[in-house]
Every structure is written in C-alpha cells, then in structure tokens.
C-alpha cells in the first residue's frame, strides 16, 4: 500500500486537478456534515504510476467513485474509461465504464473491480473485473444478475470471462 502522507496528497492533488470531471457527473462535493472524500482511497499501480479514487456520490449500501491514473508525484492525472463487454458478435457493446460502484484494487494481482448492487440486499445488479496488464487494463470477468430474485453474486450468470492463461480454459 501508499503510505498515508503520499496516498492523502495523491487524492488532494487529483481532486484539486479534475474539477470538470467531478462537475460533468455530478458529484457531491467534498466537505459537509457527510464528506464523500472521506472515501477517497489511491493505490500504487507500479513505481511512478497510482490509481486515485475519487468518490462521487455515496448512498445507503453503496458509493461511486471516477477512477484516476496519475503519476505519484500527483501529475498527469487522465480519468480511466474501463472497457465494457461485448456480449455478441451483433449486440453493440455496453457503455464504457466511467464511474464505478462498489469500486475496488488489489495491487498485488492488478486487479480492478466493481460490485454495483440493485438493492441493498445484493441479490441483482453487476460485477466487473478488469487485469492491469503493465499498460492498460483489460475486462477480465463480467457477471450480471437484472432480476432481483433472492441469488448471492457468486450466483449470478457470468456473461465474461477470459480463460486461465495457465490451463487455457475459461
């Protein structure tokens, strides 16, 4: 992990950076008796590079977040755009992914994920994952649940994943 200093001045200097993209989703603003920035988290993505979360909005159950890549240094802030799947060769692809829900990093396995829940209970809506590959992330798993009908994520029917470069199988 950052350690705290770098991590707070990495999401201070990206938030001071990026007020348009706040502005353009309408994001809550950061202060008040309820500060979304208090959410704000940033993670190492290699030795010079970060990625900086900077929550938008927070509800009951869950809180979205725009993704930044930033030099740690806190420079050269761009917003990532996650690619979304394309279900079939005809069906146009889903809209990219510009604000996460239920957003979250692993930096040990380069990881990036999101887990938007329809309801608070958490038995529909969608999961995404995408793997840094060392340049850019790439959709890894996608599972979505649109009928709110009692069943966990882990139930939900997968609708992308990329095989286990290890065995070659899905």
Do not use: N
């Not at 970060?50 to 009951?60: E, P």
């Not at 995408?130 to 649940?145: I, V």
């Amino acid at each position: 992990p950052l350690p705290e200093d770098e991590a707070g001045r990495l999401i201070r200097s990206v938030r001071e950076a990026q007020p348009a993209a706040l502005h353009a989703e309408e994001c809550d603003a950061a202060g008040g008796a309820f500060d979304v920035s208090r959410q704000d988290a940033a993670f190492p993505l290699d030795a010079t590079q970060a990625l900086v979360f900077v929550t938008c909005y927070s509800g009951a159950y869950q809180s979205a977040a725009l993704v930044f890549r930033a030099a740690r240094d806190g420079t050269g802030a761009t917003r990532l755009t996650l690619p979304a799947p394309r279900l079939s060769g005809d069906s146009e692809p889903r809209e990219d992914f510009r604000l996460l829900v239920g957003a979250g990093y692993d930096p040990r396995t380069g990881t990036l994920s999101q887990h938007a829940r329809g309801r608070g209970i958490g038995d529909c809506g969608y999961r995404a994952s995408w793997q840094f590959d060392g340049q850019a992330f790439a959709l890894s798993h996608y599972a979505e649940m649109t009928r709110c009908g009692g069943l966990g994520p882990d139930d939900w029917p997968v609708l992308w994943r990329v095989a286990d470069p290890a065995t070659g199988m899905p």
